[in-house]
């Protein structure tokens, strides 16, 4: 049972991940608007939940078994759906066992460290999920199109010098297999969405009222620098897809696919862990039973 259970999630999944290697051209590799055959968003309410009840199944075991811990990053150009997709995949989970943080335009104080840091001190205790919206990869996305955020960030001329990118790739590279092989799987989502359905979404942010709290002037300006974004993400994803911390490119176009699509990531990550409850030893079990007879002796009415 759980084994099918997993083999239908790798298989929904295979699509969506970056082969090690693989030199990613985003718009030639990656289909926005892919559907893997769920026609409807009503079809998949039904997988939506699947996988929202399999996730608070897995995270109960992972708390329990305490050893391992998962780290999700999920990078994605502005009104790809993050936040919402974060609402509704971890909507079963118990909140105690997941950590969430979004990461924003560094402080002086975290400018002042070395730029892996501020992501450092959040990462994920042993037991927990851990995301990230946006992520250290911010480090080669938004720092790499604009030069100037670049020039804030305070680098010896050593670290400026030319083939920074690669070194870059390469320090997250090591990073990441670092963290890996301390017990935390560490699985990446980019939530990948057209530059025209974008469009409709900040029109939309602007008509609706409701959604009017959401419109940003600054993302709009953003958008004019796609195409530099494009190619820093396929670079990014060519160079940083690993066997040890693999990236997913999950389609965005449609916000209900990207959530299956994330959920479905995620549960791929746990199952591959396959936390089990711990399992008492003589000593613990010889504890326990100690514990009900002194119990059962306190009760009203017991002898003693
Ligand atoms: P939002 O996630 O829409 O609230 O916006 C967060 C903003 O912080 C985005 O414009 C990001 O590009 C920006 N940001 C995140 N990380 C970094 C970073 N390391 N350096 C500069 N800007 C960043
Ligand atoms: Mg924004």
């Known amino acids: 049972m759980r084994d099918l259970r997993h083999k239908q999630i790798e298989t929904f999944i295979e699509p969506f991940r970056v082969k090690p ?3 990613v051209v985003l718009a030639r590799d990656f289909d ?3 559907k893997a055959g769920v026609r409807k968003k009503k079809d998949g309410e039904a997988l939506l939940a699947q ?9 109960q075991k992972l708390a329990a078994q305490d050893t391992y811990g998962v780290l999700m990053t999920l990078q994605a150009m502005d009104a790809a759906g993050k936040d919402g997709t974060i609402r509704h995949v971890m909507s079963g989970v118990n909140p105690q066992g997941v950590s969430v943080h979004s990461f924003k335009v560094p402080s002086t104080e975290e400018l002042d460290h070395d730029y892996l840091w501020r992501y450092a001190k959040r990462l994920p205790a042993r037991g927990e999920i851990g995301i990230f919206n ?7 996305l938004v720092v790499r199109v604009h030069a100037e955020v670049l020039a804030n960030q305070q680098l010896p001329r050593a670290a400026r010098r030319p083939g920074i990118w690669k070194r870059r790739y390469r320090e997250i590279n090591d990073w990441e297999r670092y963290i ?3 017990g935390f799987r560490v699985v990446k989502v980019f939530l990948n969405l057209s530059k025209e359905e974008q469009r409709r979404r900040f029109l939309s942010r602007i008509e609706e009222p409701e959604k009017n709290w959401k419109f ?12 530099a974004y494009q190619k820093a993400l ?3 994803l060519s160079n940083t897809s690993t066997e040890w911390a ?9 916000k209900w696919f990207a959530r299956i699509g994330v959920a479905a990531v995620l549960a791929d990550t746990l199952m591959r862990i396959d936390p089990r409850f711990p399992v008492l030893d003589d000593e613990r079990r010889t504890g326990l039973a100690a514990a009900r007879e002194q119990l059962e002796a306190e009760a009203p009415g017991a002898e003693g």
């Open 21 to 23: 290697g693989k030199r």
């Open 32 to 34: 926005p608007a892919f």
């Open 51 to 59: 996988g929202v009840e399999l996730l608070a199944e897995y995270q």
């Open 134 to 140: 946006r992520s250290h990869y911010e480090e080669v």
């Open 180 to 182: 890996t092989e301390q």
């Open 216 to 227: 940003s002037a600054a993302d709009v300006h953003e958008r004019g620098y796609w195409d």
């Open 234 to 236: 396929s670079e990014m």
């Open 246 to 254: 693999p990236w997913y490119v999950v389609p965005a176009d449609r």
